[in-house]
């Protein structure tokens, strides 16, 4: 672990203890404490916020309630089918908006979570560039709490572009990706960990320069979520399982444990696939594969460069992502999986049907 890494986690999980302090009931903060410091983190100042330039995410919005009551219970959106189709790109420059958006969303069948948002979905939308486009960035905080937007496929200061940005701010700032990949983006608004699991995340695909050879692109995303009973019949992000480092209730590609089972994705026997992987964590890792089929090439990160050959799964790491390409040459369904079952019997499943 690396100095600013290490900076990184001591700085959220300082921020959570504080957080967690008004949550007599389920966060108690020596127990927290104990469980940091048994988890390895390095707590020179425990509570201490003080600290210069670290001030501002911890002091904003930061009601002295547990963190859970930080999202906001709405009216529970009818649930909508997360489209696992990838829409094409062409080169050029591009205006990316984000906007981050409180939500009461379903994340498994008849489990609504209330949580933060991009643009209103968990995930956020599926953002596609090219390697060399000049990109505008632009973040709209529209929900009740601070948030930020952290670009996996921008090479820039975090502290000055992935920046804070108040309830009814916007913010903008310009980059342009030197690598192809299936990137993360989240919040990176401390605790990271609380965001990310509230539904602040999604991914970026840049392609190579030239783009990919034509085939049935699809996108799927893993993350998983920790809730426990909130208001009415809604739940709300678990804060003390999530610092407790708990199993997950869900796990989900594109948001919903049971999507892709209920209404199966369709492609065409006998022609390529290429689907795009991002595992948005926070924690999980997934050892991602095709029950009935082989990868003929796996793209480490998605970038052509790094292929593999032949391959019956591939790990993803949190915050990491891959390209697999496969032809299912006969008809029939076949299922994704996270190849680790316990994580695949809490919903980490999702049937392709070829036609
Ligand atoms: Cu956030």
Known sequence: MGPSIDRDVRRETEAALV??????????RRALLKRATLAGLALSAVGGLGRAGETDAASVSQPAMSPNMSVAVGPVQPFVRYDPTLQPVVPGPKNLTVSMMNATREIAQGVAMAGWTFNGTIPGPVLRAVVGDPITVTVQNEATTAHSLDLHAAQTPPDKNYAIVMPGKSFQWQFTPAYPGAFMYHCGTAPTLFHIASGLYGTIIVDPPGGWPPAQELVLIESEFYVEPGPGDVSVPDFGNLMAYGPPNYVTFNGHASQYVDQPIQVKAGQ?????????GPNVWCSFHVVGAIFDRVYVNAN?????????SISIG???????????????????VNHSFGHAAHGASATIQAI
């Open 19 to 28: 957080r967690a302090e008004g949550a007599a009931a389920r966060s108690d």
């Open 272 to 280: 390529p696939i290429r689907l795009f992987v991002v595992n948005d």
């Open 304 to 312: 052509p460069k790094n292929v593999l050959y032949g391959l019956q």
């Open 318 to 336: 949190p915050g990491d992502g891959a390209c697999v390409e496969f032809t299912l040459q006969e008809a029939g369904k076949y299922t994704a």
